[in-house]
């Protein structure tokens, strides 16, 4: 046999090495996102983990979708304004300032990621995904609740409210709804053995949002079920299923009716619920939450370049505008902030302009968009700017969409409930 015979052709070491780093990517992109879980750090475990994810995708065949485009225009439009800003800092130190833009930058830059990783197989990858987060939220919640009632470490609470590996109980809380909205889909939808499990899923996170004590998250988790479960009774169900979801939902709405009764005779859980259903300090007067606001909008219109990343906590009221539409504009300068509010209201007019076309992948979009329509509301009343998973369900939503009527041969036509 001949040298030349014997050496490998390039097609077959490269289909070799494609099929290597591919199931290395997975791999990768599962402990990537079950990082997702432990931000206490800037930079966290999840950026860090994204480098190998990157530096990986590099070698895996990874092709850029035409139909992500749109995104990637956002990204790169954002960038400059971002950078501009950071050196419109007076109280803070350029590079700090610099570190918390590059900060957003990678975020915004991983849904353009994620997004064509997902639309190149949707219904495999979103498996991966979805239940590497499941995984890290259950652990999450678990430890979170766990350490509210005392057993545990401090870590996992601040304030007396569950946050488990985070810095924020109003962080933690909202990171576990993505998961319970899988869950909630798949209790509504999958047969009883698989939906028992899906039941139990979803006990625990919901225990583990309660926990956190975060008014929002309560709304979110709320708001969100509500959107999956109309969008499944309407667009999903057939007569069959219906009928089991009305059942579940009384039965649901009875358990729930039970449990607040149990929970409100306990003295010290009714005390807490009293004091964070009531109206807060920090949420009235001048400088409470929603009289700062009016004031860091009129500091805004003075500032078209911005007055660069935390700022305005170093001016006459000492604390954020908690209001991520305002936020932007103080941050990132009047483009950076137009264009970041841009990238919501693209994403939530994708997520409607597809939901309403019937497809093999509708059910991998409705819990994105039972997240993504409340996180769009919510970031009116709090910061999100530097939440990872609401950049993830954004890339989530692009990737999903881009490959909306594409068909794994693996799973068919049956429902791709992950």
């Given amino acids: 046999m001949s040298t030349l015979a014997a050496r490998p052709s390039p097609t077959l070491a490269s289909t070799w090495l494609r099929a290597r780093t591919t199931t290395l990517l997975?791999?990768?992109?599962?402990?990537?996102?079950?990082?997702?879980g432990m931000v206490i750090t800037e930079p966290s475990p999840y950026e860090l983990a994204f480098l190998a994810v990157l530096g990986v995708s590099?070698?895996?065949?990874f092709t850029l979708r035409r139909s992500t485009l749109g995104l990637l225009v956002l990204f790169a439009s954002f960038v400059p304004f971002a950078i501009i800003a950071a050196f419109q800092v007076k109280f803070s130190s350029?590079?700090?300032?610099?570190?918390y833009q590059a900060v957003t930058i990678f975020l915004f830059f991983t849904s353009y990621w994620v997004a064509n990783y997902v639309a190149d197989a949707p219904q495999a990858r979103m498996r991966l995904i979805i239940g590497s987060y499941l995984a890290t939220a259950v652990i999450s919640a678990m430890l979170g609740t766990l350490g509210y009632l005392g057993i545990g470490h401090d870590l996992f609470t601040?304030?007396?409210?569950?946050?488990?590996?985070?810095?924020?109980?109003?962080?933690?809380?909202?990171?576990?709804?993505?998961?319970?909205?899988?869950?909630?889909?798949?209790?509504?939808?999958?047969?009883?053995?698989?939906?028992?499990?899906?039941?139990?899923?979803?006990?625990?996170?919901?225990?583990?949002v309660f926990a956190s004590f975060s008014r929002a998250a309560w709304g979110h988790i709320v708001i969100s079920s509500a959107i999956v479960y109309v969008l499944i009774f309407v667009l999903e169900a057939h007569a069959r299923q219906k009928v089991r979801m009305l059942l579940l939902a009384m039965s649901g709405l009875l358990l729930l009716l039970v449990a607040a009764a149990g929970v409100l005779s306990i003295p010290q859980f009714r005390s807490f619920i009293e004091l964070r259903t009531q109206s807060q300090n920090y949420d009235t007067g001048e400088s409470g939450r929603f009289g700062r606001q009016g004031?860091?909008?009129?500091?805004?219109?003075?500032h078209p370049l911005g007055l660069g990343p935390l700022e305005f906590?170093?001016?006459?009221?000492?604390?954020?505008?908690?209001?991520?539409?305002?936020?932007?504009?103080?941050?990132?300068?009047?483009?950076?902030g137009f264009v970041f509010i841009l990238f919501i209201g693209v994403t939530l007019w994708r997520?409607?302009?597809?939901?309403?076309?019937?497809?093999?992948?509708?059910?991998?979009?409705?819990?994105?968009v039972g997240v993504f329509v409340p996180l769009a509301g919510e970031a009116a009343i709090i910061d999100i700017d530097h939440w990872r998973h609401f950049f993830l369900v954004a890339g989530l939503i692009w990737g999903v969409t881009a490959a909306y009527r594409q068909v794994d041969r693996r799973f068919g036509l049956a429902p791709p409930v992950p």
Wanted: aromatic share 14%; proline share 8%; hydrophobic share 55%.
């Fill in 26 to 36: 997975d791999a990768l992109v599962v402990g990537w996102i079950f990082a997702g």
């Fill in 94 to 99: 350029v590079p700090d300032a610099l570190v």
């Fill in 295 to 302: 004031y860091a909008f009129d500091l805004a219109l003075q």
């Fill in 158 to 208: 601040r304030y007396d409210r569950a946050k488990a590996f985070f810095n924020d109980p109003n962080v933690f809380g909202p990171f576990l709804i993505l998961p319970a909205m899988y869950m909630l889909q798949r209790l509504l939808l999958a047969p009883p053995q698989r939906a028992l499990w899906a039941a139990l899923a979803y006990g625990v996170l919901l225990i583990g």
């Fill in 313 to 336: 906590r170093n001016l006459r009221v000492k604390e954020e505008p908690h209001n991520t539409y305002v936020n932007v504009l103080h941050a990132y300068g009047w483009g950076g």
């Fill in 58 to 61: 590099m070698f895996a065949g």
């Fill in 351 to 368: 997520s409607a302009s597809f939901i309403a076309r019937p497809g093999p992948n509708r059910l991998l979009l409705i819990p994105l």
